[in-house]
T-cell receptor, first 111, second 116 residues
């Protein structure tokens, strides 16, 4: 069964600190892996999209890694800001416009 | 990045009435649009995929007669919740793409439906 699991479910960090969110998947075949940021009551916003051949991809203070062999991905946030408080969703696509959504990690950045 | 607009952002209706939610791609032609619903503290659940000019493909367990989807143009898709009931209260989100898989997806802001 295609599944995407994220950890931790929730996380609280102090402003300015770094953090890493994890994503493990069992989706097959694999087309790409995406990370989205979703503010409460808003639609998701794309952070990165990674294909099989990409190991790391950055978008500002966000850096995503992908290990297609172990089917793991991580999202590293550097120098966190209050505005980083949101849910972060890992999404894996097996192709054909299908997406398998993770349940998300709820991040709270505290002043 | 591309912009997808949803309207209304919030709607409250009485049980038994129908509600229409619009999803527009403002600066690109969306060949495919997706509709999701999201319950509190849960992830998005795909309801249906719609391609312009053809019937929507619904996910298993989604009632097509209850959730009517129309994708009449390359910039507009609508979701109509017919005979709404309190259990239909949810956050409905659309996304759109102009690319074949794999492709960039752009999400709308979401519509919060509350059925009294």
């Amino acid at each position: 069964k295609n599944q995407v699991e994220q950890s931790p479910q929730s996380l609280i960090i102090l402003e300015g600190k770094n953090c890493t969110l994890q994503c493990n998947y069992t989706v097959s075949p694999f087309s790409n892996l995406r990370w989205y940021k979703q503010d409460t009551g808003r639609g998701p916003v794309s952070l990165t999209i990674m294909t099989f051949s990409e190991n790391t991809k950055s978008n500002g203070r966000y850096t995503a890694t992908l290990d297609a062999d172990t089917k793991q991905s991580s999202l590293h946030i550097t120098a966190s800001q209050l505005s980083d408080s949101a849910s972060y969703i890992c999404v894996v696509s097996p192709g054909f416009q299908k997406l398998v959504f993770g349940t998300g990690t709820r991040l709270l950045v505290s002043p | 990045g591309a912009v997808v607009s949803q309207h209304p952002s919030r709607v409250i209706c009485k049980s038994g009435t129908s509600v229409k939610i619009e999803c527009r791609s403002l600066d690109f032609q969306a060949t495919t649009m997706f509709w999701y619903r999201q319950f509190p503290k849960q992830s998005l659940m795909l309801m249906a995929t719609s391609n312009e000019g053809s019937k929507a493909t619904y996910e298993q367990g989604v009632e097509k007669d209850k959730f009517l989807i129309n994708h009449a143009s390359l910039t507009l898709s609508t979701l109509t919740v017919t005979s709404a009931h309190p259990e239909d209260s949810s956050f409905y989100i659309c996304s759109a793409t102009d690319q074949p898989s794999p492709g960039e997806l752009f999400f709308g802001e979401g519509s919060r439906l509350t059925v009294l």
